[in-house]
Nanobody, 123 residues
Framework: QLQLVESGGGLVQPGGSLRLSCTAS????????IGWFRQTPGKEREGISC????????TYSDSVKGRFTTSRDNAKNTAYLQMNSLNPEDTGVYYC????????????????WGQGTAVTVSS
């Protein structure tokens, strides 16, 4: 059974960068698309990026486009979210989720969620 674990969150100053990791166990990650989501204070959970099974295709929400980059290393069973130019509005809990080939990252039919990693952007 696929299990996902996020890591890499923490406290960063405005304008700083963080790289989040999403590591899979239980099965190989390359069967799944990987979506990144975040829950920011006072807002609903937001889908912010999606990467195809082999990393050929990526999409981003308008709120992070140009600042965040998602990638993956299937040999390491890990997906990444590189976050640059962070601002306080990026504060929240970040989750990764896996989606089967027939399901989009917006489908709500995730095969698995991680437990989340907290990101705080503050001076």
């Amino acid at each position: 059974q696929l299990q996902l674990v996020e890591s890499g969150g923490g406290l960063v100053q405005p304008g700083g960068s963080l790289r989040l990791s999403c590591t899979a166990s239980g099965t190989t990650l390359d069967y799944y698309k990987i979506g990144w989501f975040r829950q920011t204070p006072g807002k609903e959970r937001e889908g912010i990026s999606c990467i195809s099974r082999f990393g050929i295709s990526t999409t981003y929400s308008d709120s992070v486009k140009g600042r965040f980059t998602t990638s993956r290393d299937n040999a390491k069973n890990t997906a990444y979210l590189q976050m640059n130019s962070l601002n306080p509005e990026d504060t929240g809990v970040y989750y990764c989720a896996a989606f089967r080939p027939g399901d989009s990252c917006q489908s709500g039919r995730q095969a698995s969620w991680g437990q989340g990693t907290a990101v705080t952007v503050s001076s």
